[in-house]
């Protein structure tokens, strides 16, 4: 429950969600054809664009292993494999695809269902007005559906840019990004919808550059690629399955697909645990969720594993899905009782034993308010909430989680709404779902239906944790909420059952644990227009058919192959299952350690990069199927990587296309090693011949020039090339009028191919 709150307003552009089908707990699902994604832009997207190959490892890593990335250009080396086939071409103009009819070639050399597209910085450098970058995107469009009628675009709003010789260029991007939303609402059709992604609000172009225009390795393709993610998932087909309750883009969904939108209430379970009747006549009510209250230790209980396994019984008793929330964290930076997510993480690692398999029934809602108004604590929101989500995640807690705002809750600075995208991503299983608490603060329709569509433009799952319809802060508009909630497919949980003091007892939903009794705001909540028995739908792991408890077979035993000093390739024999099996884990020991989860797959085999040169690994994998089921672990398989160090032949290709015409160009190089052994470290030397200059820093490399010799040492990512792998570098230069490619190019000394 909320203290006393400012107010804030925030505004967003709609775009078209993925809407989810149920499926029954035992459907299987017919093979289909991957999703052809194509990625169209300029040099941001492909050279090398290694937010792409973030995405798609992303989506690997989340279970979204059907998709196909496409394009007529090949993908360049990010430090790991990828799916990296783009139309990404550097120093392009939107207008000049359209003006040179380029698209439509590529679009019949790759068929996609989805484009997502971040073009007009070349466009905007070139000083064209926004309008004219419109028109483009319009005749770019309706090629997209001559090709393909029921294409999905997914448009960014570029991010800003600040390049030395342009002082114009930051305007002229914030004027093509206003117009942005407004020509995609204009031309978006159910058929083929339009998604609007910001890619601008907060991106830093000195933090997040190399250049002020391109995106940096250490934080802007990450940032760019946590705004890609969600508006992708959310535009992929919806029947992927997946263990337990999960985030599927905008929403909640249940191992097996089915969309579930949380109807419930809050229990203080933590201060009146005899009133375990509760459950039961919250049930009657048509509740699907409860939220209940529990204790850390800090301030209250610390409930037991051995009661938060009854609680989570009671639950599933009474067909309730269960979220459970530590309370200590509540205002923690001005409460001085109050606990720290630190140590909500701590209890939660203690009761795991109560909570591991429980993923189909159980959300952990990391801490109550966990922080609040006290500006400069609430500020670490993000970097506590994703530190103790990662903890929760190395301890082995696979549950959906739930992440309250700061400020009680309330979220009056937006702390959480703008930083909601970075926790996202910083969950290894990117299954955390925001719990906005309404109450003062959000007493206009303009206040929550702002703040919802904040959300949705972003593609972020969303909850409304708690409200009520009165508090000492203001009047929250509940009608609007719930109304809202009910109309986007959010959930809500209202405060709630029973049992609040004195100054707040209008809060009660029922009057002293009396299910007979409903207050006002009881028969407000549970029985009036949007209410709960007018619009809960229990859970399908419930009422949706028969529960699968059947696990799959174990798998059989990895074999390794493509060992290098830094990867190796495991493949294995596939399990059955009575329904079909969903994906595989993968586990990894170093020597005689522990095993861990490094990975899932849906498909048999799977490589592992990152490791240590001239170090044994072990390697098991274990099956899982749509209801949550796993299976056994197999036998482990001992792999040891090859010794590091070496030089081998070397291979570089080099573009350098110019801007519209003028003396700027974009280089392209892509360098890979055809020896037969590790390369580690290297520096690339060449020389210009005509007077050319690179504008420093440059991507993928520290570069320096003198004179007409110009050499790039690799950074720390990509400074390992096993044998035939690539990377790439870059950099925006100028010309005195002729810009012809370097003569030769040496790596480490040796002379490379061209090619």
Excluded at 172 to 177: A, G, N
Excluded at 222 to 244: D, F, H, I
Excluded at 425 to 449: K, L, R
Excluded at 586 to 602: C, D, E, K, P, Y
Aim: a negative charge.
């Amino acid at each position: 429950m909320p203290r006393r709150f400012l107010r804030a307003v925030v505004v967003g552009v709609l775009f078209a969600v993925c809407a989810l089908v149920p499926l029954p707990a035992t459907a299987t699902t017919t093979a289909v054809a991957p999703t052809r994604i194509m990625a169209l832009g300029d040099s941001i997207t492909g050279s090398p664009g290694c937010w792409r190959a973030l995405l798609w490892k992303h989506l690997q890593d989340t279970g979204h292993t059907d998709v196909d990335f496409v394009g007529t250009l090949p993908p360049q080396g990010c430090g790991f494999a990828y799916d990296g086939e783009n139309e990404g071409h550097g120093g392009f103009l939107a207008t000049g695809i359209v003006r040179d009819n380029q698209l439509p070639g590529w679009l019949s050399a790759t068929r996609p269902d989805i484009v997502l597209m971040h073009l007009g910085t070349n466009d905007v450098w070139n000083g064209i007005a926004a309008s004219a970058i419109l028109d483009a995107f319009t005749t770019l469009l309706g090629q997209m559906r001559a090709g393909n009628p029921a294409t999905k675009l997914v448009v960014a709003k570029i991010i800003p840019m600040n390049p030395a010789d342009c002082a114009a260029c930051a305007q002229r991007v914030i004027d093509l990004d206003n117009a942005i939303p407004g020509w995609a609402q204009a031309h978006s059709t159910a058929a083929s919808p339009i998604t609007v992604v910001d890619q601008w609000t907060g991106f830093d172009t000195a933090a997040d550059t190399t250049d002020g225009v391109h995106p940096n390795s250490t934080s802007g393709i990450q940032k760019m690629e946590s705004r890609w993610y969600p508006a992708l998932v959310a535009a992929l087909p919806c029947a992927t399955a997946a263990t337990g309750l999960h985030v599927s883009g905008t929403q909640v969904a249940e191992a097996n697909g089915a969309a579930f939108v949380m109807r419930g209430v809050n229990h203080p379970y933590a201060w009146y645990p005899s009133q375990t009747g509760a459950f039961a006549d919250i049930k009657s009510f048509g509740a699907n969720t409860v939220r209940v209250v529990l204790g850390s230790g800090q301030r209250w209980g610390p409930t037991s594993a051995a009661e938060v396994t009854s609680v989570v019984a009671l639950c599933k008793q009474n067909r309730l899905i269960c979220v459970l929330e530590a309370h200590d964290t509540t205002g923690y930076g001005e409460e001085g009782a109050a606990a720290s997510l630190d140590q909500a993480a701590s209890y939660w690692i203690s009761v795991a034993s109560a909570l591991k398999g429980q993923e189909n029934y159980v959300v952990i809602n990391l801490g109550n308010e966990p922080f609040g108004n006290n500006q400069q604590v609430s500020a670490t929101w993000a970097s506590a909430t994703s530190a103790a989500i990662t903890r929760l995640r190395g301890a082995g807690l696979q549950h959906l989680l739930m992440a309250d705002a700061p400020m009680w809750g309330q979220d009056w600075q937006n702390v959480m709404r703008d930083n909601a995208a970075s926790v996202l991503a910083a969950d290894p299983q990117h299954n955390t779902v925001f719990s906005i608490h309404m109450y003062g603060v959000y007493d206009t329709a303009a206040e929550i239906t702002g703040y919802f569509d904040a959300f949705r433009t972003a593609g972020l799952p969303l909850v409304v944790g708690e409200f009520g319809n009165l508090h000492t802060d203001g009047d929250p508009d509940e009608d609007t909420i719930m109304a809202e909630a009910q109309a986007r497919g959010l959930g809500y949980l209202g405060w709630s059952w029973s049992g609040n003091s004195s100054d707040v007892a209008y809060l009660d939903l029922v009057t002293s644990f009396d299910p007979a009794r409903l207050t006002a705001w009881g028969e407000r909540f549970l029985t009036g227009a949007n209410g709960v028995r007018r619009t809960s739908k229990e859970a399908t792991v419930y009422g949706g058919g028969t529960t699968d408890t059947q696990a799959p077979t174990t798998p059989g035993t990895p074999s390794a192959s493509a060992v290098t000093a830094t990867g190796a390739t495991l493949s294995w024999a596939a399990s059955t299952d009575n329904v079909g099996v969903t994906g595989y884990d993968v586990l990894r020991a170093t020597g005689s350690g522990t095993f861990i989860q490094v990975g899932t797959t849906g498909t048999t085999t799977f490589t592992d990069s990152g490791l240590t040169a001239s170090t044994t690994y072990r390697y098991q994998v274990r099956a899982r199927d749509a209801a949550g089921n796993t299976s056994a672990n197999s036998a482990a398989v001992s792999v040891t990587t090859a010794a590091g160090g070496g030089t081998g032949s070397c291979k570089i290709g080099y573009s350098a296309p110019a801007w519209g015409g003028g003396n700027g160009f974009t280089a392209s190089v892509t360098i890979t090693n055809t020896g037969a052994s590790t390369l580690t470290g290297w520096t690339l030397a060449f020389g210009y011949t005509a007077g050319q200059r690179v504008t420093l820093p440059g991507w993928g490399a520290t570069f320096t020039q003198s004179g007409g010799d110009v050499t790039a040492t690799n950074l720390a990512w990509n400074g390992t090339l096993a044998p035939n792998a690539s990377t790439s570098i870059g950099f925006n230069g100028t010309s005195t009028g002729t810009n012809p490619a370097p003569a030769a190019f040496t790596l480490n000394g040796t002379t490379c191919t061209a090619g």
